[in-house]
Every structure is written in structure tokens, then in C-alpha cells.
């Protein structure tokens, strides 16, 4: 929950994780188990229950309950009760070293975090070269992926109070930069998500050198110190980098104690909502409601509630079925560079060398860079129409 939204929440709301998170209510105008058709036994077990706690002794957030499968049924709903009494197959104990392998994400304390170093200079050639084709001139966004920047963090932090209740009113900024509250997740996602086609390709020094790099466009300072274009990154400096969202955000749930704290915050409804439980008038009076004051009117073109398609030109050619999914999915890589190019014959002549049902597959199944479907959701067939709009436009 980010601080400056928090705000009181609702019967709506607070309804909502109630029911879902199968809360006992002991306020005034709950509903008892029967009432909410659960069975009667059940119910009987639950209305007794005034602390709730799970397996590990732990409070549950909410209030939530753990309900004991009775005649069947957990609460309302039928339960397979050989599934719960079968006992897990966890698999072999892994090793230390297949751990190892898996533990690769960074902490905020700097575990995870190698050594290494790059510096500004030698980050903005890497991001020319691997990341300007999505994130746009430096960090300024492109299409589908989001942008790095929007200037001055330490000022677009201040953004994030804004709320556009007017027609001209300016919005939060949040990037990196002004929303991130820590800088760990920066280094971790490049070095293992990035670049998107080829994830893990990065040395240690070349991701240092994209994290100095995108700082720099941030115009962040690290321990005073302005990260020009001639600053060199290495763990000690990165670990000294704080973001002006750091403490942006609640409960805290970093380090050994963060899931204590976030407990407790969640099971004080005070936090987040009116102070108390409720599901039936749970609001005095009137409810105020809060309207948009200067509606925007003037959109060129206007408005319209039509929803007849544009009519086609006489004599015009219907759109390729796989043009569309090409333009949203496949462009930001295939017109970039990467892989074969809507245009380039010679390229296509070569691939099709394989035969087209193979060429299918290698997409479908990815191959080299290319991650399965192109890292799409496009169904097989979508996939297929796709590559063959490819294929016919660089006849």
C-alpha cells in the first residue's frame, strides 16, 4: 500500500476481503455461518473461534479462519477429503548446489549482490545497442515497454500525491526512479530478465554499467554524489544508493521481521479501514462521494457511440489476418533487428530452407534468442498467421 493514497476504505471493500479471506465477523450485523449457508456444524465450529490462528501459531491477516472439513465440507463448499490426507511428493532434497543455482535474486541488504563494476559511459553504449529498441531514447519509453525515467526522481517523487480531479491537473510520475523503494530489484530484473530476448546474457560489469547508467538518467545522487557520465558503479556504491520512495510504502516488510509486521499492520482494521468490522451499515450518515469537477468535453474527433466498423475503400486489399498480432507482439523485436525482418527476402529465402512446418515449430517452441510464441500469448494458429503475414509481405 503506497502511504499518500491510503485512505478509508468502505463496505465494498472491506466486504470483499472479508468474504474472501473467509473472515468471522463478531460486529454488529454480520451474518452467522447459517445465515451465509455454511453447514451447520461448521458453523457451530467457526462461531466459537475468536482468535485465529494458522498451522505455525501465526495470527492470520484479517482474521481469517482455517475451517475443519465436516460431513465433507469446508464452510459451503464440498472438499475432497482424500486429496487433503494424501501426503505431498515433495521430490529429492536438492543440494547445495542445485539452492545455489536458484538463489539468484538480490536483497535489499545487498545479499545476492556480486562484485563487479561499469561505469555510466560504457552503460549508455550497452543500452543503445540491447535496450533503446523497447525502453525508447534514454528510458523515455516505447509502445508496449515502460519507460525508466521521466527526469528528476527526487522531483518526481513529489508527483505521487497528485490525484487528477481536474481536466489539466497533472498525474503521479512513477518510474523507476520516483516509485521503486529500493534499488536491489533494478539490478536483480536486469540480470536475469534482460535483455528480453536473451535473459542471463549479461556479465556482472555489464549490468553494474546498465544500473549506473539508468541512475544517471534518473539524476540520483549516490552518498552526495552526483552520478555523472564519468561515475563508476561497483556493489559498495550501489549498496549506498537510497530512492526517494524508500519509505513510500506500508507496513515494512523487509528484512527477517517483515512478515510479523505486515500481520500485525493487516489484523488492526484500523489501519485501513473505519476502525471496526461491519457488513451492514457500517457507514454513519450520508457517504460523501467525491466527483470529477471539470469533465473533459472538447475531444477531437468527438465521442461517438457507433459501433459500425470504418468502410472499406473501393478496391482496397483486406488486411492480413497476422498483421495485427505482428504489429502488438512481434515488431518490437523483428523490426529491431532480431530475427528475421518484414522486408528482407534474402533472410526469409534462407529460413524457409527448413521447410515452413518447421519454422512453425522453432516459434512455437522458441529457438536461440526467441523465448516460445516469441514470449506472446498468442494461440498456435494465431502464432501461424503471424508468420505467414511475415512471410507473404517480404515475397
Known sequence: MFKS??????????LASTVFMGTVCNASGAKTGAELGMNPAVASVSKSITKTYDFNNKAIVDGGVYYPIVDGKTGAYYANEKAHKTPFNKGKTATANEQKAWDIDVMPDGTGLPEGSGSVEDGDELYEEKCQSCHGDFG???????????????????????????????????????????????????????????????????????????????????????????????????????????????????????QDNARKYFNNPANYGNGYRCMTNCIDGKPEIDRIGSAISDFTPPLSSAKDLPKAKAGAKAEHPGKKAYDDACSMCHANGMGPQVGDKEAWIDTLKKGIDKVYENGITGINGMPPMGGSALSNEKFKEVVDYMIEASK
Open 140 to 258: 523515455a519509453g516505447n509502445g508496449l515497454y515502460p519507460k525508466l525515467t521521466a527526469g528528476n526522481a527526487y522531483e518526481g517523487q513529489k508527483t505521487l500525491v497528485n490525484q487528477r480531479i481536474t481536466a489539466d491537473a497533472d498525474g503521479p510520475t512513477r518510474n523507476f526512479g520516483s516509485y521503486w523503494p529500493r534499488a536491489s530489484t533494478l539490478w536483480w530484473y536486469i540480470k536475469t530478465g534482460m535483455p528480453h530476448q536473451a535473459p542471463m546474457s549479461l556479465s556482472n560489469d555489464d549490468v553494474y554499467a546498465l544500473s549506473a547508467y539508468i541512475i544517471n538518467i534518473n539524476e540520483l545522487t549516490i552518498d552526495g554524489e552526483e552520478v555523472d557520465d564519468e561515475y563508476v558503479l561497483d556493489r559498495a556504491k550501489f549498496l549506498k544508493l537510497k530512492l526517494p520512495n524508500h519509505d513510500g510504502f506500508e507496513p515494512a516488510i523487509d528484512g527477517k521481521n517483515g
Open 5 to 14: 493514497y491510503r485512505k478509508k476504505i468502505i463496505t465494498s471493500t472491506l
